[in-house]
């Protein structure tokens, strides 16, 4: 019974270099979520995606960063270009439904990009 | 603009005693999740309450939903080590999109 799983667990980066970093939701969600967490800071919304859509963006600057789910394969968080201000842990969480007051997110473990 | 704001930011108590952590809000929430999160790994979802004045229970914790929705607490009865970790809370605002706390980092010494 597969959680949400997330990869790479580490990357580092130079400026300027681009960072892809991948979610695959557990069996049977189509909602995912992915979240950035600073050091001694919470969790902060960056883009709410369904099969091959984007739901919410709001979160997400709006250069550089980019993500997608397609009908196949995982999702993709996608950061052009990146500056030491991106180094942080990116989450990802899905849900079988719209993840609101009722329906529970089940996140990754998280990948912790380095920008050096 | 909803924000959630926990207190305290730290905590580090010793073995077997008790402990609340607190979250408010001016805001008013449909829900409030608790999450525990350890080091190098993702939040896991505690409790979900939704309803006000709502107590919750889970083993040694108590979980509290305030009557106007918009506060929380978290209450550990004879804490233990394996109570170490950053818990979050996290509400389910106006359009039911979720913002969580910054979270209390809680220390439990042997």
């Known amino acids: 019974n597969a959680g949400v799983m997330q990869n790479p667990r580490h990357l580092v980066r130079r400026r300027g270099q681009e960072a892809r970093l991948r979610c695959s939701p557990m069996k049977g969600h189509s909602h995912v979520y992915w979240y950035r967490q600073l050091p001694e800071e919470g969790l902060k919304f960056m883009v709410y995606?369904?099969?091959?859509?984007?739901?919410?963006e709001s979160g997400m600057p709006k250069e550089r960063f980019s993500a997608e789910f397609p009908k196949e394969g995982p999702s993709i968080l996608r950061i052009q270009q990146v500056v030491r201000g991106d180094s942080a842990a990116y989450f990802c969480?899905?849900?079988?439904?719209?993840?609101?007051?009722?329906?529970?997110?089940?996140f990754g473990p998280g990948t912790r990009l380095t920008v050096l | 603009t909803q924000l959630l704001e926990q207190s305290p930011q730290f905590l580090s108590i010793q073995e077997g005693e008790n402990l609340t952590v607190y979250c408010n809000s001016s805001s008013v929430f449909s829900s409030l999740q608790w999450y525990r999160q350890e080091p190098g790994e993702g939040p896991v979802l505690l409790v979900t309450?939704?309803?006000?004045?709502e107590v919750k229970k889970l083993k040694r914790l108590t979980f509290q939903f305030g009557d106007a929705r918009k506060d929380s607490s978290l209450h550990i009865t004879a804490a233990q080590p394996g109570d170490t970790g950053l818990y979050l809370c996290a509400g389910a605002g106006r359009d039911d999109k979720i913002i969580f706390g910054k979270g209390t980092r809680l220390h439990i010494l042997p």
């Open positions: 995606l369904q099969k091959e859509n984007i739901i919410d």
């Open positions: 969480a899905s849900s079988n439904s719209r993840a609101h007051s009722y329906n529970e997110q089940f």
């Open positions: 309450v939704v309803t006000g004045g």
